[in-house]
């Protein structure tokens, strides 16, 4: 039953998001020099997953905060993740990779907040109405599992576009695990 409630949810929130964002993310994605991801939270573990992928299809990718993650530069890309486009971290990243001439993406339930007034390009993930109390999926699930969807959807689109055989993704993959 909660199984087929969760599945339910994130297909109407995918239903409602625009189709044309994978292949629209693929091109922002290729024009990027580095990629700087970074989100707060559970969100947080949506864009480590995101930036190990990517990775994985050959691209120059950091988790912003991590220890080993270089400065930003103009011709980077941050793309943050955020429910709300609101969270206090997240803004203070954005304004400081703005300030040093990198392109902008956020990820978001909304399409108007700080953080949109600040990126390039904004993908907004569903409608907000869809976002009200949703019982059995509280406190953002619904936004980072629909935004975890789309993402993986999104290196999906960037493996059969490039034809990047598994095989070649696997010689990326961590060995000493």
């Known amino acids: 039953m909660h199984q087929q409630l969760i599945i339910d949810k994130i297909t109407s929130i995918l239903s ?8 629209k993310l693929t091109g922002i994605l ?3 020099s580095r990629i700087f991801i970074a989100g707060a939270g559970r969100s947080a573990l949506v864009a480590r997953f ?8 050959g691209y120059d990718v950091y988790v912003v905060g991590e220890i080993v993650t270089p400065s930003i530069r103009a011709g980077d890309l941050l793309i943050v993740i955020s429910g709300s486009g609101e969270t206090e971290t997240m803004i203070a990243y954005t304004k400081r990779a703005k300030q040093l001439g990198a392109e902008i993406v956020l990820i978001s339930a909304k399409s108007s907040s700080t953080i949109a007034d600040m990126a390039g390009s904004v993908l907004q ?3 907000p109405e869809q976002y009200g109390k949703v019982v059995g999926m509280p406190m953002g699930t619904v936004f980072e599992l629909s935004t975890l969807m789309l993402l993986e959807a999104t290196i999906s ?3 059969h576009e490039k034809g990047i055989p598994e095989e070649e993704m696997r010689t990326r993959h961590a060995n000493l695990e």
């Open 30 to 32: 290729d024009k990027a």
């Open 125 to 127: 993930i569903g409608s």
């Open 16 to 23: 409602a998001t625009d189709a044309s964002y994978e292949e």
């Open 50 to 57: 995101f930036a190990m992928r990517l990775m994985h299809g």
């Open 157 to 159: 689109h960037i493996i």
